[in-house]
């Protein structure tokens, strides 16, 4: 019987042999790492935070030997190792892999472990030393006070770092007094276990300046980085001398100036300290709360103003470094025992015109020293007329003014000032019929033929808006200065000039600037006269074509050219002007009409405009600000050169021009009065104001509505020029 073939089986000593296969893996089975092994880089040294000079080196294998394609992962310890790059690395086909290792910013061993599926971890190490210095910075205070001549109390110190803020033992560090003056010793020093080195002495000079000491790194990488330290010199004793228990009426000044004499250890004065007066109680004030002392060692301080109630009044003068100084003064009850005039009691005038200088009489005790607080009534003696502000109460100088008197139709008319147990006061004032203006207001045009190659020629409704203008301000302005002649080249404000100059000469620009509602232009004066206010000879006015036509089509065309025109002629832009001796004396002071210029409250300080802007309150109403205010928003262009909106609203020469109607009012013509011109401010428009703070306008601007008159300043210098033509100075010109 035959059997079934049954398969071939073979055994397993067979199949070895066989197959070849003993001990070995099969096809199916990779290879398989289990050995991890730092074959180089392991032990070296470097400085904390910088990279080993040797790559690190792995290399895997198997039972086989070396072994590719091992992903191996490296990792610092968590605080001070570093890091690696990168941070996984796969062997070649010689089982070796590189790591770059830069250390960490800690001082001693620092730890790497390398890391691989299915072998156990490898760890190694390196050592961290501290690096060269790289930073020097103060450990001690930068600044102090130190009596002049003295040492100071606090050594300079320094810590000397790494650049990972290790502290650097045994460095040398060098001091040094960049500023003359000072004397140092030890000023080769070397830093301790923590990094410090400190200075041996340091002596300041022996004045009232700031000192200064110096240290730097001497020796390596970072040699001559420095540290500065400061210190002020003050004086050795501050003393009151002068000014000292003084006693006054309540609410005027003391009759001496505070002063404090600044001293050295040996008593010899000690110039240029400056000092601080601050009112501590009483009510009063200091107008002038700073001084520096003089070659006498002495500051002082003039016009302490006590406080309106009688008692004490208290002031300290406060030197840094220093401990205050203290005054006392007693203020006591005034008595008046004499009222007299300080104004003229007789002027002229022209009939409805305010008068140049207001009413004013002067109340005095019996020693003759100004009595303040008391009420004076000013009372109209003639039917017409109008006086405004008529109980003003004496002031610290024991004066009370009028706050203005507008003339009549009558030939003349007078005011009385009356003060209870004395006899009057009586003003008089004789008015006459204006005369016809001499006054002349010329407008130029540029164009292409002068060196305006933008220019345009003005459009008929411009040109008539123009003329309107210069009519308007020469019914106003009746006469101003002299004629000067005018030999100038072409600059960037004028054409060259060569000719006499009667009044004022405006070169109108017409150019694109940048659209609609952008910038509308700038105005102003290019050339002054060198006395007489330093009334304008040459000015010019740049306009916005595309403007001038959106205002043509709204109406205000007229308006805006008027207004502009204001400031060539020196409204906002001449208020302050002072180009300096000897163009400035008693016969020709300098323009100081704004006072407060850049603070929250600047005013127009103009006598002849404050009694034009008081006659405009609104009646039943009262103005309990400081007048004239000037504008205090709205940015270079708009604020300390026009009337403050906020008050005055609609008037003209405020920096926004409203919708319908924008009068310009009598104390908008008295300006002008200050500023030295022959004013007729009778011819102005009907205006009145409320006299209440009302909030900013907060319009865009915007041709469909109220909008402000954007003007871009002018920033080539005034040229001043005397009577013969001559170019006397060139001053900075105030960038309204």
Not at 533 to 541: E, L, R
Not at 721 to 728: K, L
Request: aromatic share 6%; charged share 10%; with cysteine.
């Amino acid at each position: 019987m035959s059997s079934t073939p049954r398969p071939l089986q073979l055994s397993a000593v067979v199949a070895c042999a066989v197959l070849g296969a003993c001990g070995k893996s099969t096809p199916t089975q990779p290879r398989v790492a289990t050995r991890l092994e730092v074959i180089a880089g392991a032990g070296q040294t470097a400085g904390v935070g910088s990279t080993l000079p040797a790559r690190i080196v792995v290399r895997t294998s198997d039972a086989q030997g070396v072994l590719g394609g091992v992903v191996v992962s490296a990792t610092t310890e968590s605080q001070g190792g570093g890091s690696v790059a990168p941070g996984s690395v796969t062997t070649a086909a010689n089982g070796e892999a590189e790591i770059l290792w830069t250390l960490g910013p800690k001082v001693g061993s620092q730890t790497l472990t390398l890391s691989a599926t299915s072998v156990p971890p490898v760890t190694i190490s390196a050592t961290g030393e501290i690096g060269a210095a790289a930073t020097i910075f103060p450990v001690s205070d930068v600044f102090q006070f130190t009596v002049v001549s003295r040492a100071v109390s606090i050594r300079p110190a320094v810590r000397v770092t790494d650049a990972l803020g290790n502290p650097i033992p045994g460095q040398a560090v060098t001091f040094d007094a960049p500023l003359a003056g000072s004397v140092l010793t030890g000023t080769a020093a070397v830093t301790d276990a923590l990094g410090v080195a400190r200075l041996g002495s340091w002596t300041i000079g022996p004045d009232a300046i700031s000192y200064s000491a110096r240290a730097l790194i001497a020796t390596g990488p970072a040699a001559g980085q420095a540290t500065t330290f400061e210190a002020r010199g003050v004086p050795a004793t501050v003393v009151a001398v002068e000014g000292i228990g003084q006693t006054a009426n309540a609410g005027t000044a003391v009759g001496v100036a505070l002063g404090v004499r600044a001293a050295r250890d040996d008593g010899s004065p000690l110039p240029g300290v400056s000092v601080t007066f601050v009112v501590v109680n009483g009510g009063g004030l200091i107008q002038s709360t700073g001084a520096i002392t003089g070659s006498d060692g002495i500051a002082r301080a003039p016009g302490w103003i006590l406080g309106g109630i009688p008692g004490s009044n208290r002031v300290d003068a406060q030197a840094l470094g220093v401990p205050v100084v203290i005054f006392t003064a007693t203020g006591v009850q005034g008595v008046p025992m004499s009222v007299v005039a300080t104004s003229p009691t007789a002027q002229s005038g022209f009939f409805g015109n305010f008068v140049a200088t207001p009413p004013s009489v002067v109340l005095t005790d019996a020693q003759g020293k100004p009595v303040a607080g008391s009420t004076v009534t000013f009372e109209l003696l003639q039917a017409d007329g109008q006086i405004v502000g008529t109980t003003p109460v004496s002031d610290f100088l024991g004066r009370a003014t009028l706050g203005g008197w507008r003339l009549g139709t009558g030939a003349s008319g007078g005011v009385r000032a009356a003060v209870v147990g004395f006899p009057p006061v009586t003003f008089t004032a004789t008015a006459g019929t204006p005369p016809a203006s001499t006054f002349n207001l010329e407008v130029r045009y540029r164009s292409a033929a002068d060196g305006c190659s933008t220019c345009l020629v003005p459009t008929a409704a411009q040109l008539t808006a123009f003329n309107q203008a210069v009519d308007r301000w020469k019914q106003i302005l009746i006469s101003g200065a002299q004629p000067y002649p005018v030999n100038e080249p072409r600059t960037s404000c004028f054409p060259a000039m060569n000719e006499t100059v009667n009044g004022l000469v405006i070169f109108a620009n017409l150019v694109p600037i940048d659209g609609v509602n952008g910038i509308l232009g700038s105005a102003g004066p290019c050339i002054v006269r060198d006395d007489h206010g330093f009334q304008p000879a040459v000015g010019i006015m740049n306009f916005d074509t595309a403007d001038l036509i959106a205002l043509e089509g709204r109406n205000q065309l007229n308006e805006v050219i008027l207004h502009e025109m204001g400031h060539v002629l020196g409204f906002g832009t001449m208020w302050n002007f002072n180009p300096g001796p000897p163009f400035v004396g008693p016969g020709n002071p300098p323009n100081t009409l704004l006072s407060g210029a850049g603070t929250p409250d600047p005013v127009f300080v103009g006598l002849s405009t404050r009694a034009g802007f008081l006659g405009a309150v609104a009646a039943g109403r009262t103005f309990t600000g400081v007048p004239v205010p000037v504008e205090n928003t709205g940015g270079g262009g708009t604020r300390d050169s026009h009337w403050r909106e906020a008050t005055v609203d609609n008037e003209l020469m405020t920096g926004f021009i409203d919708n319908g109607v924008n009068p310009l009012s009598a104390f908008t013509a008295t300006s002008f009065r200050d500023l030295g011109y022959v004013v007729n401010d009778a011819v102005t428009d009907p205006f009145t104001f409320l006299a209440s703070l009302q909030a900013a306008p907060s319009w865009l601007p915007s041709f469909g509505g109220g909008f402000q008159l954007v003007e871009a300043p002018l920033t080539e210098p005034i040229i001043v020029i005397d009577r013969r033509g001559r170019r006397v100075a060139t001053v900075a010109r105030f960038l309204k």
